[in-house]
Antibody, heavy 121, light 110 residues
Framework: QVTLRESGPALVKPTQTLTLTCTFS??????????VSWIRQPPGKALEWLAGIDWDGDKYYDTSLKTRLTVSKDTSKNQVVLTMTDMDPVDTATYFC?????????????WGQGTLVTVSS | QSALTQPPSASGSPGQSVTISCTGTSSDVGGYKYVSWYQQHPGKAPKLMIYEVDKRPSGVPDRFSGSKSGSTASLTVSGLQTEDEADYYC??????????FGTGTKVTVL
């Protein structure tokens, strides 16, 4: 079955760079149409789409955050990595990775459990 | 892109229906058929309930239905059950492989 799991630091200091890893199973990011996205949710607030990378290696970023975000994949390890530079307390959130299949409804059908990242000195 | 607009809250008694709206623009909801809805219980990951405006993934009860008119999509939960109490988010494809979510609606079962 399809599973995704996020991992990374629970606490980062302001101005530091955050690196999160999404390890998935049950599908291949080499398969046409497959994409893994990153989505975050500040405590008590709404979901916010951040970035995605697809089977072809194409990358997509939220316009307002694109200067701070980098997404990459390691297909052999079934991992997608998100880096976010210059972290600020407002970036405190639960970060989720989720799968989307282009051509199959363009919806996030499987999600990781999320990892809470707190930005504080 | 700006977040899609949802009412902050909605409520209904068990067995009743509740409808949640999701308003966007011609660049997202109004421009594509790719509107989805997610249910999120406290401390849990979102769960896909509706995709492509009105399609239900396997395992989602048919009490959940979706529709769209222009730049406004709607989710209706019929025959409310206590386990339906949760936060609900709409999502839309926004072109250029970008996505946008709604502001979220807390559904309370009275």
């Amino acid at each position: 079955q399809v599973t995704l799991r996020e991992s990374g630091p629970a606490l980062v200091k302001p101005t530091q760079t955050l690196t999160l890893t999404c390890t998935f199973s049950g599908f291949s990011l080499n398969t046409t149409g497959m994409c893994v996205s990153w989505i975050r949710q500040p405590p008590g607030k709404a979901l916010e789409w951040l970035a995605g990378i697809d089977w072809d290696g194409d990358k997509y970023y939220d316009t307002s955050l694109k200067t701070r975000l980098t997404v990459s994949k390691d297909t052999s390890k079934n991992q997608v990595v998100l880096t976010m530079t210059d972290m600020d307390p407002v970036d405190t959130a639960t970060y989720f990775c989720a799968r989307i299949i282009y051509g199959a409804g363009e919806a996030f059908d499987f999600w990781g459990q999320g990892t809470l990242v707190t930005v504080s000195s | 892109q700006s977040a899609l607009t949802q009412p902050p809250s909605a409520s209904g008694s068990p067995g009743q229906s509740v409808t949640i709206s999701c308003t966007g623009t011609s660049s997202d909801v109004g421009g594509y058929k790719y509107v989805s809805w997610y249910q999120q219980h406290p401390g849990k990951a979102p769960k896909l309930m509706i995709y492509e405006v009105d399609k239900r993934p396997s395992g989602v009860p048919d009490r959940f239905s979706g529709s769209k008119s222009g730049s406004t999509a709607s989710l209706t939960v019929s025959g409310l059950q206590t386990e339906d109490e949760a936060d609900y988010y709409c999502g839309s494809y926004g072109g250029g492989n970008n996505f946008v979510f709604g502001t979220g609606t807390k559904v309370t079962v009275l």
